[in-house]
């Protein structure tokens, strides 16, 4: 994959988000304070940095992560304001009646032209883990339905596993490839193809225990191996 920073849409600054104040009380007020000193640092770094991002933005990378907390996209993966455009939400689902999930997507590929979209599971998922039990937990059961969808999908291989915590660990990873795929079965990711936009698709795993991202190997930049059933016709 190519490094963001070697691309044409080259990052603002080279300073990335620093771990701070994580001794103090994270407080409403608080944070309006550590804002201005977020300000100051970065201005101490870069003096032109807001005035540079003000201009616009032409990111490299659409990234489709979950909702966690622990999951921030620009902090796991080194990279500063500007360099990502990102949509979270509970399990990092691309569901293709989702217009919040569509519009985003549209706007990244059709207008930002991002040159990757990254959807990122993490291993711990509430959400995943609570598609796998069978207790209610309220309006979001109807959403976690389509990751039920997806373990009935690999039940064969999923009820292999007797290890509870192996098996949500790999409903994670089933689930992001899966996310994978319906990005693919888009039209807006198949028109980018057919028109010779450079664009690929990946899926990844973050692992909150250690921090390190695997990258689960289903990465696609053409329609070649979707199915036919999925192939939009060109308009
Ligand atoms: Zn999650």
């Not at 000193?37 to 032409?58: H, P, R």
């Not at 080194?78 to 949509?87: L, Y």
């Not at 999930?101 to 990244?108: I, N, P, Q």
Request: glycine share 6%.
């Amino acid at each position: 994959m190519k490094n963001p920073k070697e691309s044409q849409h080259s990052s603002v600054s080279t300073k990335t988000i620093s771990i701070s104040h994580n001794t103090e009380e994270i407080s409403y007020d608080n944070l309006l304070k550590w804002n201005k000193e977020w300000v100051e640092e970065t201005l101490k770094e870069d003096a032109n940095f807001f005035k540079k991002l003000a201009k616009g933005q032409s990111p490299p990378i659409l990234w489709i992560g979950c909702a966690d907390s622990r999951v921030p996209a620009n902090q796991i993966t080194g990279t500063n304001p500007g360099d990502i455009f990102v949509h979270r939400n509970i399990a990092n689902m691309v569901i293709h009646t989702d217009m919040n999930m569509l519009s985003v997507l549209d706007y990244a590929v059709a207008v930002l032209q991002v040159k990757h979209v990254i959807v990122c599971g993490h291993y711990g998922c509430g959400g995943v883990l609570a598609a796998m039990s069978n207790k209610q937990y309220g309006l979001i059961d109807n959403w976690l339905r389509h990751i039920k969808d997806v373990y009935r999908t690999y039940a064969f291989e999923l009820d292999m596993l007797d290890d509870e915590v192996e098996r949500g660990k790999r409903l994670v990873e089933l689930n992001a490839i899966e996310n994978v795929y319906n990005l693919c079965k888009t039209s807006t990711i198949q028109n980018a193809w057919k028109q010779g936009q450079e664009l690929s698709v990946h899926g990844w795993a973050y692992s909150l225990d250690s921090g390190i991202i695997k990258d689960l190997g289903v990465s696609f930049n053409s329609d070649e191996k979707l199915g036919s059933m999925f192939k939009f016709e060109t308009k």
